[in-house]
């Protein structure tokens, strides 16, 4: 289950279940949102986006689901393999000039064999 | 492609000295380059927006006069922390937006920092 403490919120899975990792995010007029899985050490990699005028966008084991009325957004991982173990980060763009991003707090997802 | 190179990957300094991070987009050209900082089991976050040829954009608390940004080509961007101390040691991360993309940013694979 999730645990919200000091530490950086976990999940723990066993290998092959379904995980639904959450994000809340904070301008509602940000317009287009990424999910990041981040490595131990390592920069975040791109997972899946959506733009703020869709509700889910599937990929081949993930999909992302996008609520504006609450402003909330998930990640769902599909059958969760030992490799998909890392940190996962939400992210808004808040568009305009720079369009920069804003990062969520993140969510650590440990898959127990 | 796109992909993004940090050098070094990582330093160990001095207290007092400066140290600079490279960050390069090796296969394409970035008119924007964005530097953030990450303290362990906390986010990204961001630091200031570089744009090549013009001044860097800080984010508010962030010392313009310790985090030296240059960004002098559409490939190559820097950040130079001076004077650095214990407190500034973290994970420095770039990413790279591609001069044809609004939305995209793609992550260099960071520089761990650590001031003695």
């Known amino acids: 289950g999730e645990s919200v403490g000091l530490h950086l919120p976990t999940l723990s899975v066993q290998e092959g279940d379904n995980s639904i990792i959450n994000c809340a995010y904070s301008?509602?007029?940000?317009?287009?949102f990424i999910w990041y899985k981040q490595e131990s050490g390592k920069g975040p990699q791109f997972i899946i986006d959506?733009?703020?005028?869709?509700d889910k966008r599937q990929g081949q084991r993930v999909a992302v689901l996008l609520n504006k009325t609450v402003k909330h957004l998930s990640l769902q991982i599909a059958a969760t393999q030992p490799g998909d173990s890392a940190v996962y980060f939400c992210?808004?763009?808040?568009?305009?000039?720079?369009?920069?991003?804003?990062f969520g707090t993140g969510t650590l997802l440990a898959v127990q064999p | 492609g796109a992909v993004v190179s940090q050098h070094p990957s990582w330093v160990i300094c001095k207290s007092g000295t400066s140290v600079k991070i490279e960050c390069r987009s090796l296969?394409?050209?970035?008119?924007?380059m964005f530097w953030y900082r990450q303290f362990p089991k906390q986010s990204l976050m961001l630091m200031a927006t570089?744009?090549?040829?013009?001044?860097?954009?800080?984010e508010q608390g962030v010392e313009k006069d310790k985090f030296l940004i240059n960004h002098a080509s559409l490939t190559l961007s820097t950040l130079t922390v001076t004077s650095a101390h214990p407190e500034d040691s973290s994970f420095y991360i770039c990413?790279?937006?591609?001069?044809?993309?609004?939305?995209?940013?793609?992550f260099g694979p960071g520089t761990r920092l650590t001031v003695l």
């Open positions: 990413s790279a937006r591609p001069k044809s993309s609004y939305n995209e940013q793609f």
């Open positions: 301008n509602s007029a940000s317009d287009y």
């Open positions: 959506i733009r703020s005028n869709m």
């Open positions: 296969d394409f050209q970035a008119t924007t």
């Open positions: 570089s744009n090549e040829g013009s001044k860097a954009t800080y």
């Open positions: 992210a808004e763009s808040l568009g305009g000039a720079t369009n920069k991003l804003i």
